[in-house]
């Protein structure tokens, strides 16, 4: 099992800026052309409202990363991919259940506000869109940066100072970033 820590840092910009520098609704909805998981979930697109109508409707994008992190010793050994892939896999799970409660209370606190999380929903072992009924759980559907537009890697960059880095699947990098936040009317969180 992998050894690992996790950092949060908080980071807030106003919406208009943020459309301006990280959002590309076309672009991006390429790219998760290409995920399995489109037009599986109802969390990801196709959409029937126009994902840009998401970023303009709230004033303020509170942006959370989480940087996950592991031992001098897991970063230098290397693994067998067949071992290292379920591990971080598991790892993502956790970390991603964990950051969607945060955000989840961090709605709660703050009525109105619209979260985002990272990769696909996960809420559901089978989603009802693929049997074409409605979301299971609608109170709480939470789309993706990505799936809206939102460029993450550009974001965590410019806002952060983080150069995102992956595995070449035998080796961890020297971390992992999970981004998630809450579009909000507030100013501060």
């Known amino acids: 099992m992998l050894d690992y820590a996790v950092r949060d840092e908080q980071r807030t910009i106003d919406t208009a800026q943020c459309i301006e520098r990280f959002v590309d609704v076309p672009r991006f909805l390429g790219y998760c052309r290409e995920c399995p998981a489109y037009g599986r979930t109802w969390a990801c697109p196709e959409f029937d409202f126009d994902p840009l109508e998401v970023w303009t409707s709230r004033r303020w994008f509170h942006v959370i990363t989480r940087t996950i992190t592991f031992t001098a010793g897991q970063r230098r050994n290397g693994f067998d991919p067949d ?24 709605r709660a606190a703050h009525p109105g506000s619209v979260p985002l999380l990272a990769g696909s929903c996960e809420l559901c072992e089978h989603c009802t869109r693929l049997e074409g009924r409605p979301c299971t759980h609608p109170e709480q ?17 410019e806002l952060f100072g983080i150069q995102m880095s992956w595995s070449d699947g035998t080796r961890l990098p020297d971390a992992y970033y999970l981004t998630v936040g809450l579009l909000s009317d507030e100013p501060a969180l």
């Open 83 to 106: 071992e290292l892939q379920p591990q971080v896999m598991a790892m993502f799970t956790r970390e991603k259940r964990r950051l969607r409660h945060r955000v989840a209370v961090l």
């Open 141 to 157: 559907l939470m789309h993706s940066i990505e799936s809206i537009g939102g460029d993450v890697v550009q974001l965590v960059r």
